[in-house]
């Protein structure tokens, strides 16, 4: 692999990613770094808009490994501060990475309306009506077909900015690439096509080498008339703009994925 060496690596970034909207922190729990650490990296890198987006908060606290409902508040509280700190030197967007699931909707409106959050994130983690299919561990078609319901219910709320790691929906399906899973991709890409949703191209993934983001899915995707947006997903301060990016650029220059640099999100 080729090794980057910073100044390279600034001019790169000079003419490529200006934004990183899929950002997580150590309130995630399963991640480090302060808000503001991020935020330093982000400055580092010229970046002109950084979304912080954890994992949102679920009243059940189903899962314990990410931010608790009663944290909420000190969560909040301490994002807006690093917002007003770094006001005039980059755009900062509050965000989450959001389940789809119907009876929350009025609490992500809430988290909007009352809190000022503006970017929301279809990241569809766990499935089914008590949330109890895990889509990280091994899948079926059948799950798989509730991967892509619910992902398709989500889109049409019309709440989510874009859809992150749409290829989890084939990750833990032990037959690898065949047309099932052509067969689900074509069902997400379809929806995202029709409400003009971005489909992420996940750098984590590529990173922790997950079969996320997938060389299959990606090259049917190219089939539709989609938009692509690069992040890292980040979990650590390095990760923000780190050799991730680089091969996510390299994996959308070789499937010649047009990227979409900045969201324009309204204001
Ligand atoms: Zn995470
Ligand atoms: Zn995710």
């Known amino acids: 692999m080729r090794v980057m060496i910073r100044n390279e690596y600034w ?22 770094g ?5 935020i330093q990296v982000a400055l580092d ?42 006001k005039y030197k ?27 959050y503006q970017l929301f994130i279809l990241g569809q983690h766990r499935s089914g009506a008590n949330r109890e299919i895990d889509n990280f561990a091994k899948k079926g078609m059948q799950e798989m077909e509730l991967y892509a319901d619910e992902i398709c219910r989500g889109i049409e709320t019309g709440l989510f900015a874009f859809l ?5 929906a084939i990750q833990g399906y032990s037959p690898g690439w065949d047309t099932n899973c052509e067969k689900i991709m074509r069902r997400i890409y ?9 489909v992420e191209i996940n750098a984590n993934g590529l990173r922790d080498h997950r079969s996320y983001p997938s060389i299959d899915a ?23 703009c780190g050799e991730n990016i680089v091969m996510a650029e390299a994996f959308a220059q070789n499937l010649k994925l047009p990227i979409t640099e900045l969201l324009h999100l309204p204001k």
């Not at 302060?34 to 991020?38: L, M, Q, V």
């Not at 379809?190 to 971005?198: L, W």
């Open 11 to 32: 001019d790169y970034r000079r003419n490529g990613m200006l934004a990183n909207y899929h950002t997580h922190t150590k309130w995630c729990k399963h991640g480090e």
């Open 34 to 38: 302060e808000i503001e650490d991020y």
């Open 45 to 86: 890198y010229g970046l002109k808009e950084l979304a912080i987006t954890e994992h949102v908060p679920h009243k059940d606290n189903l899962d314990k490994r990410r931010l608790q409902w009663e944290e909420f508040p000190a969560f909040d509280e301490a994002l807006n501060k690093a917002i007003d700190k770094y």
């Open 90 to 116: 980059i755009h900062m967007i509050k965000g989450f990475e959001c389940e789809y699931y119907p009876e929350v909707m009025d609490t992500y409106r809430m988290l909007k309306e009352d809190y000022g």
């Open 164 to 168: 992150a790691h749409p290829d989890l």
């Open 190 to 198: 379809k929806v995202c096509e029709a409400f003009d949703i971005p």
């Open 218 to 240: 990606f090259r049917l995707s190219t089939e539709y008339q989609l938009k692509y947006l690069i992040n890292s997903d980040a979990h650590t301060p390095q990760c923000l």
